[in-house]
């Protein structure tokens, strides 16, 4: 069954709510220059007042390795996922310093093909030379929407149809990908891309929110209703 990661959660209510429907992951939003920024001491709630069987993820970007490591032990979390520049040997580098750390990467994809320039088999091929530098590095990919100068939280869908050609070129070349989807997923479309992309994982933000910085507990339901089909 795919498994749901609930993001931009900013307090304990959501993460009760989130967890209580039947969320798999929590994201928690570390990202200096993020509308959905928590405090350390929130993010610690948040993370303690989760049960055993929803796991918590903290989300950084281009955040110093050693920040990262003090803050995962601080926080005694196993799951982060890097949403912005991080390198392949940043990931290692990572990995070494915490051998429990599993590291979801962000890949993020381009909404569509608009540079006529570019033939499509260069775009995907320059995606899956990029992916395949991280694939014995880090434990998942996250497959999001390209805006330029935007970390993420968008509310953008992208070209569905590059990932999956990025993952057919993939599993051709023997290299077993385990992906997240984000990027403008909401209860309506949700159905739409586990069907083209078969993820492991689906993660939404802003498509169930009724603030910027609050959940809606009707959209939380209906969207983790679609996926799990209870």
Known sequence: MVKVKICGITNKEDAFWASSLGADFIGINLCKHSTRKVS???A?????????????????VNEREEDIVKIVNKLNVQYVQLHGDETEEFCSQLKMKIPTIKIIKVIKIVSDFTDENLEKSTIIN???EKIKNFVSKVDYILFDTYIDNKEGGTGKVFDWNISKLVKETLEKQNFKLQFFVAGGLNSENVSKVIEVLEPFAVDVSSGIERLPRRKDFEQMKNFIRKVKGS
């Open 44 to 60: 610690k709630e948040i993370v303690n007042s989760l049960p055993k069987y929803t796991t918590a993820v903290l989300v950084f």
């Open 40 to 42: 350390l001491k929130t």
């Open 126 to 128: 320059d995606y899956v």
